[in-house]
């Protein structure tokens, strides 16, 4: 079965599938986005995400392209046509199509776009067992990494410099020498100590929504954690470190540079959250 998009009110091949030359997220990145994971046919925190893409549409003044439930029929729809049941969905709004200009168009329509893909379960549950690297590489983004924002080159250039030394992510390193997120993920550590510590939800890091059930779910068990920023020194020196997102989940880091994270295997607390995820996910 052929992959359906869905653009602007219509299902469409995804090879078929185009936005206007003119729309200003293909030449301002003038605009905004979600991805959220499908389990076993269930959206995981799915008001979570459409909170933060709202959130998103309001602080870059961006009108929404539809009211909340119509959207999520759309996106049920092409679930459906694409036959997803574990995978994921991306939406994309951007403010619209107008003459090319930097200030906001007057009567611009959102322009709004969605697909839909199928992922492997296997696939990261052997990632995990088997543990992943990351690198470090200075934060050269924006100042509002809150904003889910499509404008997203200093992640791609991080990101592909992690690949292009094997490694699965890099973690990004401000001026101060504090680390602030993954390109496409959150970060965290468990110290000596054995408490968790990742970074408070600021301007300066995107607040995850795999993070905040995380951070839900820590409570209800009662285990210990900070919300703090913490230096590439105490990430080198961590007892585990692991990082959260939609699609990779709870993902054991067992490399840091060049230096092993404990024994070099994925730690036992890294695995024991990413079991409490799997089973929130499940319920």
């Not at 379960?121 to 470090?136: D, N, P, R, W, Y």
């Not at 961590?238 to 540079?257: C, D, G, H, M, W």
Request: aromatic share 6%.
């Amino acid at each position: 079965m052929s992959r359906i998009a869905y653009v602007n009110g219509q299902y469409l091949p995804h090879n078929h599938a185009t936005v206007h030359i003119e729309d200003r997220g293909y030449q301002f990145a003038d605009g905004v986005y979600e991805v959220i994971p499908i389990v076993m046919g269930k959206m995981i925190d799915e008001n979570g995400h459409l909170d933060r893409l709202w959130r998103s549409m309001e602080e870059l003044q961006i009108d929404e392209p539809m009211k909340r439930r119509p959207l999520q029929l759309v996106m049920q729809e092409v679930l459906r046509q694409n036959g997803v049941d574990t995978g994921l969905i991306y939406i994309q709004v951007t403010r619209g199509v107008s003459r090319r200009d930097h200030p906001f168009p007057a009567g611009a329509v959102s322009s709004l776009v969605m697909t839909a893909k199928k992922t492997s379960l296997e696939k990261s549950e052997k990632k995990a067992e088997e543990g992943v690297a990351v690198i470090t590489v200075p934060d050269i983004r924006w100042k509002r990494r809150d904003i889910k924002s499509v404008s997203l080159l200093p992640n791609v250039l991080a990101k592909q410099e992690a690949v292009e030394k094997g490694a699965y992510e890099a973690f990004q390193v401000d001026e101060d020498g504090l680390v602030t997120e993954g390109s496409s993920t959150n970060a965290w550590i468990v110290n000596k100590e054995g408490v968790l510590i990742t970074r408070q939800t600021d301007h300066n890091i995107l607040a995850g929504i795999t993070r905040a059930a995380l951070l839900e779910l820590l409570e209800k068990k009662g285990i210990k954690f900070e919300l703090r920023a913490f230096s590439e020194d105490e990430l080198h020196d961590a007892r585990e470190v692991f990082l959260t997102s939609s699609s990779s989940y709870v993902q054991p880091v067992i490399k840091v540079n060049d230096k092993m994270i404990g024994n070099g295997q994925p730690g036992s607390i890294s695995i024991e959250l990413r079991g409490v995820f799997k089973e929130y996910m499940e319920n």
